[in-house]
């Protein structure tokens, strides 16, 4: 089992830059392959980047392509989301899930990965 915890939430305005983090507990943080999802208040969930558990491969939505970067430091247990170039259409409650796997998989769907973070608030201004 692993638990998740989110941090790197705020306040920023259109144009500027975020970079979330989850770190992860427990001592086999390398068996998962995690992902980042985001809920706007009246919406469905849905998915952000995710980031296989050897890390080699990577997975966007086209929303956030090109300005969001997932990476992860087995290492310090820990998955980042590094947000550029933000919209007030990234604000949300941005979540960190994971799932065991090995390899190359990644996973975008939420039904796909079994441990949830509690969230972090990203607002956007414009």
């Known amino acids: 089992q692993v638990q998740l915890v989110e941090s790197g939430g705020g306040l920023v305005q259109a144009g500027g830059s975020l970079r979330l983090s989850c770190a992860a507990s427990g001592r086999t943080f390398g068996n998962y392959a995690m992902g980042w999802f985001r809920q706007a208040p009246g919406k469905e969930r849905e998915f952000v980047a995710a980031i296989s558990q050897i890390g080699g491969s990577t997975y966007y939505a086209d929303s956030v392509k090109g300005r969001f970067t997932i990476s992860r430091d087995n290492a310090k247990n820990t998955v980042y989301l590094q947000m550029i170039s933000l919209k007030s259409e990234d604000t949300a409650v941005y979540y960190c899930?994971?799932?065991?796997?090995?390899?190359?998989?990644?996973?975008?769907?939420?039904?796909?990965?079994?441990?949830w973070g509690q969230g972090t608030q990203v607002t956007v201004s414009s």
């Open positions: 899930a994971a799932v065991i796997s090995f390899g190359y998989n990644i996973y975008a769907q939420t039904n796909s990965y079994k441990y």
